[in-house]
């Protein structure tokens, strides 16, 4: 299993970008899939999730209104576009396969990071800054 990430850089506040998160080693569309963040010195954050099909989305009290996860099953991409991004914004981002389900993170029952998710990409900074 691989989750490998792209995009991300530094931005002013007010600016956009878009995370890319390509799945491969196992069949993609089989699996919900999550963003995580973490800024320096906190823990993990979870961010976005989404279904099997892209239909159900759910999102942070913090990021919603302006970030948008989103899935191409065709091409086994994960996807997070941000936009009117804050300072508070700036952490390492991280994609990864989320097997308890997207739903748990709308109704609050989400486990701990090290049981929710099972793969993890790389990591991609986003620093928001003037």
């Known amino acids: 299993v691989q989750l490998v990430q792209s995009g991300g850089g530094m931005v002013q506040p007010g600016g956009s970008l878009r995370l890319s998160c390509v799945a491969s080693?196992?069949?993609?569309?089989?699996?919900?899939m999550s963003w995580v963040r973490q800024a320096p010195g906190k823990g993990p954050e979870w961010v976005a999730a989404?279904?099997?099909?892209?239909?159900?989305?759910y999102y942070a009290d913090s990021v919603q209104g302006r970030f948008t996860i989103s899935r191409d099953n065709a091409k086994n991409t994960l996807y997070l576009q941000m936009n009117n991004l804050k300072f508070e914004d700036t952490a390492l981002y991280y994609c990864?396969?989320?097997?308890?389900?997207?739903?748990?993170?709308?109704?609050?029952?989400?486990?701990?990071?090290?049981?929710?998710?099972?793969?993890w990409g790389q990591g991609t900074q986003v620093t928001v800054s003037s």
């Open positions: 989404v279904n099997t099909n892209g239909f159900s989305r």
């Open positions: 990864a396969r989320d097997p308890r389900g997207a739903l748990t993170h709308h109704s609050n029952t989400a486990y701990p990071p090290g049981y929710q998710y099972d793969y």
């Open positions: 080693g196992f069949t993609f569309s089989d699996y919900d």
